[in-house]
């Protein structure tokens, strides 16, 4: 498996911007589709986007396309979320995953086989 660190989360006003990062390691990180969920208090993990393993096909969730891009550097091994116009609703603990070769739905968490920790975005009002 995969091991992955997410870092960059924060508070941040409404209309800002931050940048998550997702360290990986361990099995080979630019052969695999990666996404980035998040789940607030009281909530069910909802997906946030998708990429594919070369960064050519990307996809989101209706309430952040737009406002938000992922990406990825497999020369880094590190996957991103750049994150502009942030909302109060975007308040969220953010986790980044990998998804294993077979063509598995990007949208479920269920088919995503490794998580990473988690960081805290809180935006204020």
């Known amino acids: 498996q995969v091991q992955l660190v997410e870092s960059g989360g924060g508070l941040v006003q409404a209309g800002g911007s931050l940048r998550l990062s997702c360290a990986a390691s361990g099995r080979t990180f630019s052969r695999l589709a990666m996404g980035w969920f998040r789940q607030a208090p009281g909530k069910e993990r909802e997906f946030v986007a998708a990429i594919n393993w070369s960064g050519s096909t990307t996809s989101y969730a209706d309430s952040v396309k737009d406002r938000f891009t992922i990406s990825r550097d497999n020369a880094k091994n590190t996957l991103y979320l750049e994150m502009n116009s942030l909302k109060p609703e975007d308040t969220a603990v953010y986790y980044c995953?990998?998804?294993?070769?077979?063509?598995?739905?990007?949208?479920?968490?269920?088919?995503?086989?490794?998580w990473g920790q988690g960081t805290q975005v809180t935006v204020s009002s």
């Open positions: 995953a990998s998804n294993p070769p077979g063509g598995n739905s990007w949208y479920s968490p269920f088919t995503y086989d490794s």
